[in-house]
Nanobody
Framework: QVQLVESGGGLVQAGGSLRLSCAAS????????MGWFRQVPGKEREFVAA????????AYVDSVKGRFSISRDNAKNTVYLQMNSLKPEDTAVYYC????????????????WGQGTQVTVSS
């Protein structure tokens, strides 16, 4: 079992930056692939970024390529999402997720989730 807690969300103007953090409990954090997803009211949860357990395999949704960067520090049991050049359409609740066996872009494949953190980008 792993517990995930997101932080770092907030209100930022278009063009600004935020860094989200996901702190995980447990001694086996390095055994989990990690993902970031986002969701707005009335829409399905959307894949944003994912990183494999060793950090070699990384994937992004096309809309954030060149602006967002996912990374992990296994010594600190933490995964990060650096978000630059933010746009109003990035506004959503951002969720951290963990998978003990696969690096996946489908939300339903992740068994463990954090509570989410709100990101609001004003124009």
């Amino acid at each position: 079992q792993v517990q995930l807690v997101e932080s770092g969300g907030g209100l930022v103007q278009a063009g600004g930056s935020l860094r989200l953090s996901c702190a995980a409990s447990g001694r086996t954090f390095s055994s989990y692939a990690m993902g970031w997803f986002r969701q707005v009211p009335g829409k399905e949860r959307e894949f944003v970024a994912a990183i494999s357990r060793n950090g070699v395999n990384i994937a992004y949704v096309d809309s954030v390529k060149g602006r967002f960067s996912i990374s992990r520090d296994n010594a600190k049991n933490t995964v990060y999402l650096q978000m630059n050049s933010l746009k109003p359409e990035d506004t959503a609740v951002y969720y951290c997720a963990a998978d003990p066996r696969y690096t996946e872009t489908i939300a339903g494949s992740y068994p463990y989730w954090g509570q989410g953190t709100q990101v609001t980008v004003s124009s």
